[in-house]
């Protein structure tokens, strides 16, 4: 990081017009002051150049408190003076480094107490800037440059109330109730040519005299689904997304699915096991839903069970509660 400030150029006119003033006087010590008004544009980047490195974790959550390291080298050729360092890092506090002065090639490593205060998604390098303290400090004014390296502040997470928000195959009625390789048994029947020897039951067979078959009920797939879209603002939409978030990763501890349909303007969320959290750290505006697709994957699976839901419009809630008399809506923000 060196200075760059453009009115230094305006230094060596400013010198000349000294050194002229100078002529008529005759005066040494004026010309010297010239001579060295000329010269300072070139020697001040040589006297400020630093190199920064910040030392944080990929991930946090809001909430977490952690220790920051930087190391802040003085690249130039001459000492620096004492600094003050203010860096901007999204979702923390302001970030104020006292740096003490450092000969050329001198590195000095800081140690310092955040916590993160706010959802954030990094997009680019954060702002970085230093205000000397030493000689000459006040006029050339702060350096400002950009530093890569900021983390995903994650959501904090909130229990979700009550228990997951499941959607399975409609069982009601008896009829839906299929034979298949689930866990509950189905019937006890006949033997049949194609029947697995794996199927028959020897307690039955022994009790009737004829082979007999074990049928097992068929497992139904038990998912989570959270639908987003018309997004709020203040800290009861921060909780809400916080029981979300939660509630994501409850799904995977349970081994259920899970997925999102979310309306215009949601990032997409990408691939990994860390994909899911990172988009609701990156969560932001999001429009309204189109629920055809919502409604079509409801009937074609006969489901059942109850949907989450993430939005502060009321009108959506009233519309997916209308998608199926069999599906409860639950509501993430309350």
Not at 193 to 211: E, F, I, K, L, M
Not at 282 to 299: E, M, T
Not at 316 to 325: E, F, G, I
Request: glycine share 10%; no cysteine; proline share 11%.
């Amino acid at each position: 990081m060196t200075p760059q400030r453009s009115y230094w150029k305006l230094a060596p006119f400013a010198g000349a017009l000294l050194f002229a003033v100078s002529l008529p006087v005759r005066s040494p010590w004026l010309a010297v002051l010239a001579a060295g008004v000329i010269v300072l544009p070139f020697v001040q980047p040589l006297r400020t150049s630093y190199r920064f490195r910040r030392f944080l974790p990929p991930r946090v959550r809001v909430g977490a408190s952690l220790t920051s390291r930087y190391a802040v080298t003085n690249s130039g050729r001459m000492a620096t003076p004492p600094a003050i360092v203010e860096d901007t890092v999204a979702g923390f506090g302001p970030i104020s480094i006292a740096v003490p002065p450092l000969r050329a090639g001198e590195t000095a490593e800081i140690e310092l107490p955040l916590q993160a205060i706010a959802r954030a998604w990094p997009v680019g390098p954060s702002p970085i800037s230093v205000t000397q303290r030493g000689w000459f400090a006040g006029a050339q004014g702060p350096l400002v440059n950009a530093l890569p390296g900021a983390p995903i502040v994650l959501p904090r997470l909130v229990p979700w109330p009550g228990a997951l928000p499941l959607l399975s195959v409609d069982r009601i009625g008896a009829g839906r109730i299929r034979a298949g390789e689930g866990t509950d048994v189905h019937s006890i029947r006949a033997w049949q040519p194609g029947d697995p020897p794996r199927a028959v039951h020897w307690r039955s067979t022994a009790r009737v005299g004829s082979p007999m078959v074990l049928e097992r009920a068929e497992e139904y797939a038990r998912e989570v689904i959270l639908v987003v879209a018309d997004s709020g603002v203040g800290p009861a939409w921060e909780d809400a997304i916080s029981r979300a978030a939660w509630l994501q990763l409850a799904a995977g501890r349970g081994g259920h699915p899970f997925h999102v349909y979310a309306g215009q303007g949601a990032p997409p969320i990408s691939p990994g096991a860390d994909g899911p959290q990172d988009w609701f750290a990156a969560l932001d505006v999001v429009g309204p839903l189109d629920l055809r697709p919502l409604a079509a994957d409801i009937g074609k699976s006969r489901a059942t069970g109850a949907i989450a839901v993430l939005t502060a419009s009321q009108a959506l809630v009233t519309a997916l509660r209308q998608l199926s008399p069999h599906v409860r809506v639950v509501e993430a923000l309350r």
